[in-house]
């Protein structure tokens, strides 16, 4: 959740360049740390062998893990790409009608988020549904392990994403890698 807010605000960074400080990278490593604390908290008090505390704690899980950051990411995206919408209008020409249709980077902006929408919750979402379905354990042993492999292949499948989409993160990863390498 605090990576979608601190994307907005470094998308915003136009507007204040306090965010591609250090202190703002500290402050948004500081607020992982609590909010990882702070929501981790109800499952630590409310934790027993109650298999109906455990029911909820899985639900909880579910919620905070995929339901609380779908909600912030789709809310980010949306002012992200708003604000590039009318930055796209505003740099057209004043002479031109005002035009409805989206240009090929609005387009290319709202299919990325869209890819990294489902990809995320694709490979997120199973993996807990079947934590909440399967409580006394009477599915196949093997279907958890492979859920499981399938979350963690779709943060991989994020991150190249990320990559191939962020042009100046991939000349600066280039830029770091031959130099080190001395290619």
């Not at 740099?91 to 005002?98: I, K, R, Y």
């Not at 093997?142 to 292949?153: K, M, R, S």
Request: hydrophobic share 45%; charged share 15%; with cysteine.
């Amino acid at each position: 959740m605090e990576n979608y807010i601190a994307k907005y605000y470094t998308y915003r960074k136009t507007l204040n360049m306090t965010f591609s400080k250090k202190e703002w990278v500290i402050l948004c490593i500081i607020l992982q740390w609590i909010f990882g604390f702070v929501f981790s908290i109800p499952q630590i008090i409310f934790y027993d062998k109650d298999c109906n505390s455990q029911f909820r704690g899985r639900i909880y899980v579910l919620i905070l893990v995929v339901i609380v950051p779908s909600f912030i990411y789709i809310i980010t995206n949306l002012i992200i790409f708003n604000h590039a919408r009318t930055s796209t209008n505003r740099v057209q020409a004043l002479n031109q009608q005002e035009n409805k249709t989206f240009s090929r980077r609005d387009l290319y902006l709202l299919k990325h988020m869209i890819v990294v929408y489902c990809i995320f919750v694709g490979g997120w979402s199973p993996i807990y549904l079947f934590s909440i379905i399967n409580y006394n354990d009477t599915f196949n042993p093997n279907i958890g392990p492979i859920l499981t492999l399938i979350a963690t292949l779709s943060l991989l499948l994020i991150i190249i994403n990320l990559l191939i989409y962020n042009n100046e993160l991939r000349k600066y990863l280039k830029n770091k890698i031959f130099r080190c390498s001395d290619i």
